[in-house]
């Protein structure tokens, strides 16, 4: 299976600021996508990471608030722009080589906003 | 609107016991159901992956079942240990809509030693 690093692996940001988060993959995949999961809760999807276009934003997520880029089939960025505190979660980079196969997760990036 | 659904929300066993989570979803029109495992401030590790044309799959001490037309999915686990305690989760990919990945709420298990 795929081996995802996602960096940083956690971080306090001061409210107001931007951070953007690193997916690096071993391996060419088909499709990479970034998720939030708040304090207590499950995984809602974020957008779908396209490479050489733009990102496929789900409803409530917006591409000013989340720019995501992918200049490759191995690399994505998830920027987290203009945060408050209610942007404190774990966000998720995940690959999928193909839809009969299993969905891989990187270790994810804890962030707090003060 | 696909949902999935997981029962219990928590559950605390004593190491040794065979134990069995829960998950339901909605609309039966999936193309696969995965099981992951979760650790407190990590990702998620895939444990099981059930296609939808498949009844059941096995790793190790794991067992998942799948009866799509009752829209129900079973994760057996034998023989728990306090290394099993952590919190699981049940995902559907559903068949249209651009093949997403819906994720249950997860049941956190404990397992004492």
């Known amino acids: 299976s795929a081996v995802i690093s996602q960096k940083p692996s956690r971080d306090i940001c001061q409210r107001g600021t931007s951070l953007t988060i690193q997916c690096q993959v071993d391996?060419?995949?088909?499709?990479m996508f970034w998720y939030r999961q708040q304090p207590g809760q499950s995984l809602t999807l974020i957008a779908t990471?396209?490479?050489?276009?733009?990102?496929?934003?789900e409803s409530g997520f917006v591409i000013d608030k989340f720019p995501i880029s992918r200049p490759n089939l191995t690399f994505s960025t998830l920027t987290v722009s203009n945060m408050s505190p209610e942007d404190s979660s774990i966000y998720l980079c995940?690959?999928?080589?193909?839809?009969?196969?299993?969905?891989?997760f990187g270790d994810g990036t804890r962030l707090s906003i003060l | 609107k696909q949902e999935v659904t997981q029962i219990p929300a928590a559950l605390s066993v004593p190491e040794g016991e065979n134990l069995v989570l829960n998950c339901s979803f909605t609309?039966?029109?999936?193309?696969?159901l995965q099981w992951f495992r979760q650790d407190p401030g990590k990702g998620l590790t895939s444990l099981l992956l059930?296609?939808?044309?498949?009844r059941e799959q096995t790793s190790g001490r794991l067992n998942a079942s799948l009866d799509k037309s009752s829209g129900r999915s079973t994760l057996y686990i034998a023989a728990s240990q306090p290394g099993d305690s952590a919190t699981y989760l049940c995902?559907?990919?559903?068949?249209?809509?651009?093949?997403?990945?819906?994720f249950g709420a997860g049941t956190r298990l404990f397992v004492k030693a």
């Open positions: 995940s690959v999928l080589q193909g839809n009969n196969q299993p969905q891989h």
């Open positions: 391996s060419q995949v088909t499709m």
């Open positions: 609309d039966s029109a999936i193309y696969n």
């Open positions: 059930i296609q939808s044309s498949q």
């Open positions: 990471a396209n490479q050489g276009s733009e990102a496929t934003y």
């Open positions: 995902a559907v990919r559903r068949q249209t809509g651009g093949f997403k990945t819906i």
